[in-house]
């Protein structure tokens, strides 16, 4: 999949993700979404590179140990240009 940072994508139920995050953890690959039209339905998924998707995680221990992971991810890849933006919208 070619999916990266600040990507949107369509998941299965319809509603247009933003990918907010991306890493590397265990040898795959995961995502941190959020609902481009709720900002409060996240979802946290795992890149099955098998047939080219995304599965859901629920898994709370994983997301737990993921959080941190996301966060530095994120931190490396939001901009200068990004930070004003959203300095404009507030």
Not at 47 to 64: M, P, T
């Amino acid at each position: 999949m070619d999916v990266e940072i600040k990507d949107t994508i369509t998941l299965n139920d319809g509603n247009s993700y933003i990918v907010v995050s991306k890493t590397s953890h265990n040898d795959d690959i995961y995502y941190y979404l959020i609902d481009k039209d709720n900002n409060e339905n996240i979802k946290f998924c795992v890149e099955k590179k098998e047939n080219n998707s995304l599965l859901e995680v629920n898994d709370n221990n994983l997301i737990q140990q993921l959080l941190p992971v996301f966060l530095k991810a994120t931190s490396k890849a939001i901009t200068k240009e990004d930070i004003e933006l959203l300095l404009e919208g507030s």
